[in-house]
């Protein structure tokens, strides 16, 4: 069982920048890690991932704007916001995936206004 616990959220203007963090119970050493985002009305999507090796994968949405990081050290992986638009707004989940279990936070908000 590995619990995951997102901060970093918060309000900010378009243009602006957040970063979230997630801090998980145990190792992540072996573990595909992600971030994903739920707007209202909306199904949760991919916004990046970052796999045991380090490559990286993004939505279309964010590519060049977000970056994901994993410190398998201190058992953390970030997620760096950049040039924060409206319709990046939505609550964030940190998601720890192997071959056979996943896990999720519990979500950390982000608002970005016009």
């Known amino acids: 069982q590995v619990q995951l616990v997102e901060s970093g959220g918060g309000s900010v203007q378009a243009g602006g920048s957040l970063r979230l963090s997630c801090a998980a119970s145990?190792?992540?050493?072996?573990?595909?890690m992600g971030w994903y985002r739920q707007a209202p009305g909306k199904q949760r999507e991919l916004v990046a991932a970052?796999?045991?090796?380090?490559?990286?994968n993004y939505a279309d949405s964010v590519k060049g704007r977000f970056t994901i990081s994993r410190d398998n050290a201190k058992n953390t992986v970030s997620l760096q916001m950049n040039s924060l638009k409206p319709e990046d707004t939505a609550v964030y989940y940190c998601?720890?995936?192997?071959?056979?279990?996943?896990?999720w936070g519990k979500g950390t908000q982000v608002t970005v206004s016009s």
């Open positions: 998601n720890a995936a192997t071959y056979q279990n996943s896990w």
């Open positions: 145990g190792s992540i050493f072996s573990m595909f």
């Open positions: 970052v796999t045991t090796g380090g490559n990286t």
